[in-house]
């Protein structure tokens, strides 16, 4: 069965940081183009951050930049997201998606362009 999984979502104060995860059964992460996203109420959904499979280059929005790690453990077949000094804008369900080096290299990222997604996990940012 394939499957996306997030986990590492809460609350966290303001300045703090934390790690997202994404695991995924069914299939091997290291094939393909990982994104992170996140939707807060009443916002469109917000590319974050994506690795691409081979060269395993990094990109992230401009709100993240300098914040945000996204790495994998090929072992594990998951793939994470390092957030640190949370801000009151970065509250929202973060979802990590599926895509393909021919269909989601679109930047800044958009959510069309990736064809599998998680159930998504809430980050809330509250002192």
């Known amino acids: 069965q394939l499957q996306l999984v997030e986990s590492g979502g809460g609350l966290v104060q303001p300045g703090k940081s934390l790690t997202l995860s994404c695991a995924a059964s069914?299939?091997?992460?290291?094939?393909?183009?990982i994104a992170w996203f996140r939707q807060a109420p009443g916002k469109d959904r917000e590319g974050v951050s994506r690795?691409?499979?081979?060269?395993?280059?990094?990109y992230y929005a401009d709100s993240v930049k300098g914040r945000a790690t996204i790495s994998r453990d090929a072992a594990a077949n998951t793939v994470y997201l390092q957030m640190q000094n949370l801000k009151p804008d970065d509250p929202g369900i973060y979802y990590c998606?599926?895509?393909?080096?021919?269909?989601?290299?679109?930047?800044?990222?958009?959510?069309?362009?990736?064809?599998?997604w998680g159930q998504g996990t809430q980050v809330t940012v509250s002192s």
């Open positions: 998606a599926v895509g393909s080096i021919h269909t989601s290299m679109t930047l800044p990222l958009v959510p069309w362009e990736f064809g599998f």
């Open positions: 690795l691409l499979s081979g060269d395993g280059a990094t």
């Open positions: 069914g299939f091997p992460l290291n094939n393909y183009v």
